[in-house]
């Protein structure tokens, strides 16, 4: 038997235990990328730096489900929101002290840094009579931040004292009634950070989606008022937006469900503006489609009219056109928003249900598309 080397074998061991510990370092490191969220401290009160309690950021006094805004927070409202598998929505804006927003023709406004932008989702108790009260679900925040716009999702507790930051999102049940007195119910998804970022993006950068010149360009009864009063003279009057032109000037979107507000032709295309536009433009995430729905494009081929689907999936089998002109039920359009398959909906996220009211103003919007 020959000798035993000693130190090769202990230069062996050591190499193994070396790379173990890198191994486990490795592994801790992107268990930390991943889920970091779960590791910090929670009792600081913080997570990744934001505050884990909606309660701490101080935009609302008093009970926070009454959502009374603080001094420096103001409500508004869109003349045609987004559609969230009929959840209702209360929105505020928090400037920084002392700055105001950029007025913008065509585009979301432009927003100092230190702007947040605060949504609440609620459905109703009962829908045919308000003074039964509100289920609050989530509040997204959008904060624009030095490096760019962060999504941050808070999940309310089943008391509704407070919303807790859920970085991984969640679905939560809920149920309410109807107009039509109707119990409904179903599995409301909240996004993960992530998700956000898949209607937010523009241009590779993350931007809001609502406030615009047109879908501001409508009255709002402000608390301490008590009267119906346009938003965006009310934003200039309280120093929160510069360079606004003469109110006959200023672009103005319909109500997607009021005939007294526009022609079908507007409140089709300003429903697909808000809902599918942002994803349906030459620099959103879904430009690789061709087919661009929001409210700017006036080339009918790009707005699909006899456009056969691209980049569209296992859903093209459905359609030989995006849009058939007095063919709704030949449209892919329709096809997706009929659709609750994730493989073939459309939007993608931000609902499960089928909006059936917005379903019948493009349906009969395809019908008088001339052939």
Request: hydrophobic share 35%.
């Amino acid at each position: 038997m020959g000798k035993t080397n000693f130190p090769v074998i202990l230069y062996f061991m050591y190499q193994q235990m070396t790379r173990k510990v890198y191994l486990f370092a490795f592994s801790a490191l992107v268990f930390t990328l991943t889920l970091g969220h779960t590791l910090v401290p929670r009792s600081r009160g913080f997570v990744n730096n934001y505050p884990l309690k909606l309660s701490l950021y101080g935009f609302f006094r008093g009970k926070l489900a009454e959502l009374l805004p603080a001094k420096g927070v103001m409500p508004y409202t869109l003349n045609t929101p987004l559609f969230s598998d009929y959840a209702q929505k209360a929105r505020f804006i928090k400037l920084p002290k002392g700055k105001k927003a950029s007025y913008n023709a065509k585009e979301v406004f432009e927003f100092p840094v230190g702007t947040t932008l605060i949504k609440n989702f609620f459905y109703p108790i009962d829908a045919r009579d308000p003074s039964k009260g509100r289920r609050l679900v989530e509040t997204r925040l959008l904060i624009h931040e030095a490096n760019g716009w962060k999504a941050l999702p808070y999940v309310w507790n089943e008391e509704q004292t407070d919303a807790m930051l859920e970085i991984a999102g969640e679905t939560k049940q809920v149920s309410w009634i109807d107009k039509k007195g109707q119990t409904r119910k179903l599995g409301y998804m909240i996004p993960n950070m992530n998700q956000c970022k898949g209607c937010h993006v523009r241009g590779r950068k993350m931007m809001p989606i609502g406030p615009s010149a047109r879908q501001l360009n409508g009255n709002f009864i402000y608390p301490d008022k008590h009267k119906k009063i346009n938003q965006l003279l009310y934003w200039q009057k309280t120093g929160m937006l510069q360079g606004l032109p003469a109110l006959s000037n200023v672009p103005k979107a319909p109500v997607w469900n009021d005939p007294s507000t526009g022609d079908l032709n507007a409140r089709a295309r300003i429903w697909l503006d808000i809902n599918c536009g942002h994803c349906h433009r030459p620099d959103g995430p879904a430009n690789t489609s061709g087919l661009f729905l929001y409210i700017h494009e006036q080339n009918m081929a790009k707005l699909g009219v006899y456009k056969s689907p691209i980049a569209a999936g296992r859903a093209a089998q459905y359609a030989k056109y995006d849009i058939l002109p007095g063919e709704p039920n030949q449209s892919l359009v329709i096809t997706r928003l009929e659709a609750t398959d994730p493989g073939i909906r459309m939007p993608e996220l931000g609902r499960q249900t089928v909006h059936q009211e917005s379903l019948e103003l493009l349906k009969e919007w395809i019908k008088n598309i001339k052939k």
